[in-house]
């Protein structure tokens, strides 16, 4: 089922997502839902989705990154990924930047520096313990999507709102597409 996306705005989107139970996580409904957010995911033509963009403030965020040199310049994947109550740990307090852009934030991009590398601790769709190490663009993604959990958006990481630009006149002024684009995220 493809949900309708939740944009900047709702006040939604800047509250803590609450934690999943194990009852909640062993229900069909579950299930289905992981499955509706992967099928949702797919059909906006992103790479990685946030309950709370689709309209349920749960800890879940999916992600799905396909390996090999792409169009992000990343040759890092993550094979479809759903994470359940995250928590997430930097490694590397060196940051990068990448332009980044939001479903929920549609035909905006803006240049968001963050850790070059982070651990996940989550669980997976079965409720088994995981942990992901991801670093460069794949450790900007994951950041990106646990930050919906969160309350946060791309936006409230810009350091300089100079950075922050619409789609069509980044790739008019800059000459290129941005890193992420509103299909992306």
């Not at 963009?53 to 094979?79: D, M």
């Not at 035909?107 to 968001?112: A, I």
């Not at 942990?131 to 993604?141: C, Q, S």
Request: glycine share 10%; with cysteine; net charge negative.
């Amino acid at each position: 089922m493809i949900h309708p996306l939740v944009r900047m705005g709702n006040p939604l989107l800047r509250q803590r997502a609450r934690a999943l139970t194990p009852e909640e996580m062993r229900s069909p409904g579950f299930v289905q839902f992981v499955a509706d957010m992967r099928e949702c995911m797919k059909h906006y033509g992103g790479i990685g989705l946030a309950a709370p963009q689709i309209g349920q403030p749960i800890q879940l965020a999916v992600i799905e990154l396909e390996g090999g040199k792409n169009r992000y310049g990343s040759e890092e994947g993550l094979p479809f990924t759903v994470f359940v109550n995250p928590e997430i740990e930097v490694l590397d307090p060196a940051l990068q930047g990448f332009w980044e852009g939001c479903l929920s934030v549609p035909g905006l991009r803006g240049f968001v520096e963050r850790p070059r590398k982070v651990r996940v601790r989550y669980l997976d769709a079965a409720g088994a313990p995981q942990e992901l190490v991801a670093e460069d663009f794949l450790a900007t993604v994951v950041q990106h999507e646990l930050d919906h959990l969160t309350g946060h958006l791309y936006v409230d990481r810009l350091k300089d709102t100079r950075l922050l630009s619409f789609q069509e006149e980044f790739a008019q002024f800059y000459g290129q597409a941005p890193t992420l684009d509103e299909e992306d995220v």
